[in-house]
């Protein structure tokens, strides 16, 4: 049957969504972000498939009905793990962008410290805040690689 071939295939890409997201989360607790930046375009592709799967099989919920009930449970369990696994990666995310952005702040306020006023920041939208003056004989400069 089409459907169960479709199902199959969507089973089989939220494995692979899983595995990804799990090594991606891995690798955030590992503190290993170097690593990380192949892996989340490969999950982005992944998780893209996966959900336009997942709508063409809810557009046949009536057919989806009558497949065995083995196959739903596995669609079911599966949707659940993705969700869970999505969830814990977004939440280790979030965390890893807030401690980056507290070292940064650390960072600025250190250098405010040491040389006072005569510090330039960048805020997220990359306009220049609290820019030393001209006139000054210190100047310091903090960049971010965001590739590594």
């Known amino acids: 049957m089409q459907l169960e071939t479709s199902v199959e295939r969507v089973l089989e890409t939220a494995v692979d969504l899983i595995d990804i997201t799990s090594l991606e989360t891995e690798l955030l607790r590992s503190m290993r972000p170097h690593d990380i930046q192949a892996l989340m375009e490969q999950k982005q592709k992944v998780a893209g498939v996966y959900h336009g799967l997942l709508k063409k099989l809810d557009r046949r919920r009536d057919v989806f009905a009558d497949l065995p009930e083995r196959l739903k449970d596995e669609v079911r369990q599966t949707s659940d793990w993705v969700k869970l696994i999505l969830a814990e ?53 903090l960049g971010l690689n965001e590739t590594t």
């Open 89 to 141: 990666n977004a939440r280790l995310l979030r965390a890893s962008v807030d401690a980056n952005e507290k070292l940064l702040l650390a960072i600025k306020k250190a250098a405010e410290e040491t040389y006072g006023n005569e510090i330039g920041t960048y805020d997220r939208e990359a306009k220049v805040g609290g820019a030393p003056s001209r006139t000054t004989s210190v100047q310091v400069t």
